[in-house]
């Protein structure tokens, strides 16, 4: 009682009183007071009533030691443990749960979680409550356990020093140290026999299933279950426990049981749970029946979460549920649209107007509007500040409906968008990141086409057509740029009406926004389409940008030719250097292919975009529609191009599929009469053709795996014989190459080394571009090391000095970007496209060309140019290299290398054709341009 009334006090104080006036100013010094009434009947009472008893009882307790187990000593001990102890810690965990469930924000879009849990981050907040409630009942534990003359608690002695235990244990659990909690219920079930082990036992099964331990939680919850003594209060928790563990176990409709169990208590009794938890359960049983397709017992819960008046956000995602459920064959739709519509009225509804749009747009959705879903999904995604997962959602329905309808790109910009704020753990997002690369490679080959074809027809222009037409593509991009402002200052204003619909017809096909450079869509995609695309981002530097660490100015376009420029930092002064190349006469005018070196090089790319187009149609997006179109295209706008056997053999086997026989048989014919001795023609011939190859594929590599195992073992005379036998027992197979060569090592090691170079270079002259040239190359390499040692550094460890045959390091000269790539199409069209959209993304204030060559024989050499100095053109490619969505799909940053090499120095590069060479200058000569803090 004295404790309760004067928490931390301890009987050993009393000895600080001599008489009882002392204890008099002591406790009006503290100001308690006990009684109500008058300020004097109170002080009255205080004086010759309480405190003569509080006194009389002070020294009836003044022996209170933990050693003596007596009716008395067990009495007050019982007492201040219960009114010291335990009441001050059930007090400070009722605050820390009251934070949690304050500060708790639920994804009504997943699965509730049964429990309200604090995250990891969140859970420091509440770490003072849930201390002082171990510091409280620690200290009740060690000052009042009552023990033998063997310093042995009796735990029969003590009714509320397991409580405090219990309360230790939850403080525990709230923390996240569930370990450290499981410890405490452990030991209280194992030491106190009173009905508190209940309450021990059920929150040990809630941190086992926290931690995933729900194998051992199974027995303490049919423990619990099973046993007919259980306290009604616990018997009321059960149902929400055993709902917990079966949700963790993946058993979803013995969940469902569990928690209708709960969600049905009554919470009138002073026993029953609260309401708020009730509708917690019974919108998680609501969510289970949902995802079952129950739609009727879904509304049935979702109605009664209601009825139990939860917080206003289960409220309303009540609703949002039930009006997504809403059938719209039966009539209601409309119902509901004009419920949600009025809800967007309401104030209270301002943070959540981005899902009442998203609820709509999925009721038009159903109803088959679809222009009305869009408009719907496009307000959801602009109207959404904060909840990142919704924004996120709106951006993924309006992708697939673009997808659906076969509108590549718009989709590709969509998904694009979804990725962004779409997080990690969403149950789509490795299928969302693969479909938007394979559209942005699409994409990709689009823009490259109408590029091309724009740049062709400026090209037949006369000179005054020319420049007239190119004076209006930088007024409609002035217009475009005007438009994007307006819209953005509607997006901030809230007036989402004043957006208007920029979209253009992306058809490469067709005519209208056949023009490139008008189509502001697709030199820099969402320019004039922000606000649509886009909605409202935060308007920042690199806003759209994953890694914004990496701060150098943003470029559109990076196929302009031969314009230096310098960083943003050295043109502040400069108001020419700050105007966008793309508002120059100049820009355009470098890229029309006016010479017929410049016009083939057009050509080619649009022949290379169109068939990798077309296959792209036909492999990764299943639009065999598409995929004819662009192959038929490809074959009438070129009589003769090096896809034509492949897209005879493609557009056959579409048609095929397609069940248009006529149309499959041309090209049948085509292929028999055009190329009768193709690899095409025998698989039409012979529908075995490939399993008969593979079969002696596989008698041919076990020839070849005998033929190299004696090589190996040093016995070059059979190896070699049984090269010159693989010719004439098989022919030309996929493994020639690799006997070629074993052929050439044997006669090295037969002849010498002479003759091992003679061989090789026949190899190569053979087969330039096989698997094992690699291979080759480096034994040549090899050869001429050992022979000409000085030629590669290695004589003195120090480089030739001769002025016109050594590289030369000028770090202020004018620089490229050097970039070696395997020589397959299937790497560099990808990768060069990818460049193109990394320049156009990252730096669309500067201008640049990228050309491509053969190097060696099974290499391409792409260069990015150009760079005002070495420190400019390293920064650009170290940016290159670390951006890792470039990465992420087909093109995988190990195949590649990555320099930068001055303009004086490339010819030689050229001369050298040793990559390995100029690798030796670079890494030495660059060593502080690399090395430079970033």
Known sequence: MVQALWPGWHCNNLKQFN??????????????????????????????????????????????????NTFVHRGYHNMTARFNGYYWSSEAIKEGVYKIEGNNKDNFDKLLPVYVMPGNENAKATFPDFDKAIKKSSLVIQRHTIKD?????????????????????????????????????????????????????????????????????????????NDKKLPTKIKRQLGALRGDYFIKRGLYKEAITALTEAANQPGILRKGLRKRERARYAFIVAQLYEDEKNTKKARQFYEKALSLKPSYDMVFYSNIKLARMVDTKRGGADKTKSKLLKMTKDSKNAEYLDVIYYTLGEIEEKERHQDMAIEYYAKSAQTSVSNVNQKALAYLKLGDIY???????????????????????????NNIITRKNTLSTLVGFIRTIKKEDSLQKLAKLSDAERLKAIDKIIAKMEDDEERKKEELEAIKSGNLNAITN????????????????????????????????????????????????????????????????????????NPKANKDPR????????????????????????????????????????????????????????????YRLQSYYQLYRIYLAEKNQERSDFYKDKLISNYPNSEYVKLIKNPKYAEERNAQRGEVEKFYENTFDLYSAGDYEQSYALCNEAYTKYGKTDFSPKFE?????????LKGTDSLTWAINEFLILYPNSDVSPRAIEILNAIKRQKNPELFGEGNNKPVKNSTDTFNLRLDSEHFALLVTPDD??????????????????????????ASNLFGNNQQMILVKSFPDASEAYAYVDNLRNDTRIYAGTIKKELLTFFIISVENLPLFYKKANLNYYKAFFDEAYKTVIQQPK
């Not at 920029?502 to 004039?528: K, L, V």
Request: hydrophobic fraction near 35%; charge should be positive; glycine fraction near 4%.
């Open 149 to 225: 003359k063997k310093d042995v608690e009796i735990p029969s002695a003590g009714k509320w020093i397991d409580n405090n235990w219990v309360n230790i244990g939850i403080s525990r659990f709230y923390k996240r140290e569930f370990f450290s909690g499981i410890e405490a219920f452990d030991y209280v079930v194992r030491t106190y026999k009173s009905k508190d082990k209940y309450k021990a036992l059920l929150w040990e099964a809630k941190a086992l299933n926290e931690v995933g331990s729900v194998s051992t939680s199974e027995p303490i919850i049919a423990l619990l279950y």
């Open 741 to 749: 060569l074993v052929r050439a090592m044997c006669i090295g090691r």
């Open 19 to 68: 008489k009882i006036e002392d204890f008099y100013n002591v406790i009006n010094k503290r100001k308690y007071t006990i009684f109500t009434g008058s300020t004097l009947n109170r002080t009255l009472r205080l004086r010759y009533i309480t405190y003569p008893i509080i006194f009389v009882l002070l020294v009836l307790f003044q022996n209170c030691g933990t050693k003596k």
């Open 502 to 573: 920029t979209n253009s017809n992306d058809n490469i096909f067709g005519s209208g926004a056949g023009w490139y450079f008008y189509n502001q869509t697709t030199i820099s995609f969402g320019i004039a389409d922000f606000a649509k695309r886009w909605g409202n981002r935060k308007n920042e530097d690199n806003w759209k940008r994953s890694q914004k660490g990496l701060s150098i100015d943003n470029v559109t376009d990076n196929e302009a030719v031969n314009t230096k420029t310098t960083t943003t930092g050295n043109n502040k002064n």
């Open 825 to 850: 199409p299937k790497i560099v069209n990808p990768y060069k496209t990818a460049i193109d959209n990394f320049n156009r993304e990252f730096y669309s204030n500067k201008t640049f060309s990228m």
């Open 583 to 642: 508002k120059t006469r100049e820009y355009y005018l470098k890229q029309i292919p006016l010479t017929d070196t410049m016009m083939k090089v057009s050509h080619d790319r649009i022949i290379e975009a169109d068939y990798l187009l077309g296959a792209t149609y036909k492999e990764e997006l299943n639009n065999n529609k598409r995929s004819i179109a662009a192959f038929e295209d490809l074959n009438t706008r070129y009589a003769e191009h090096k």
């Open 403 to 429: 997808f659906e309808n076969s509108n590549y790109p718009l989709s590709e910009g969509y998904y694009d968008s979804t990725i962004t704020v779409l997080p990690k753990d969403h149950p789509n997002y």
